[in-house]
């Protein structure tokens, strides 16, 4: 089992900044992708971006591309989402997740891939 906790939502500004947190506990052996999703009220969960531990080769929405940015630290079993030039739009419960990506035969955006899952934190942006 991976057990993965995530911090850093709050309110903020149209315009501003926030960092998201999120840290892997368990056996992380079997994950080699980590990435975050949103869901925003009355919508349908989508993938915001992606990171592949091995290369850190990542992936990104359309609507978050030049404004977010995934990483990770292997030591500290974590990923990081810097999302920049929020948008209203950006408000969202935002959940990390943890999974074994078949590259070339998934999508690190999809679901799919991910067997782990946060309980997620609350970004809100004012306009």
């Known amino acids: 089992q991976v057990h993965l906790v995530e911090s850093g939502g709050g309110s903020v500004q149209a315009g501003g900044s926030l960092r998201l947190s999120c840290v892997a506990s368990?056996?992380?052996?079997?994950?080699?992708?980590m990435a975050w999703f949103r869901q925003a009220p009355g919508k349908q969960r989508e993938g915001v971006a992606a990171i592949y531990i091995g290369t850190s080769s990542t992936d990104y929405a359309d609507s978050v591309k030049g404004r977010f940015t995934i990483s990770q630290d292997g030591d500290k079993n974590a990923a990081y989402l810097q999302m920049n030039k929020l948008e209203p739009e950006d408000t969202a419960m935002y959940y990390c997740?943890?999974?074994?990506?078949?590259?070339?035969?998934?999508?690190?955006?999809?679901?799919?891939?991910?067997?782990?899952w946060g309980r997620g934190t609350q970004v809100t942006v004012s306009s």
């Open positions: 368990g056996y992380t052996v079997i994950t080699n992708s």
């Open positions: 997740a943890a999974g074994r990506l078949r590259v070339g035969y998934e999508s690190p955006l999809g679901e799919d891939v991910y067997n782990y």
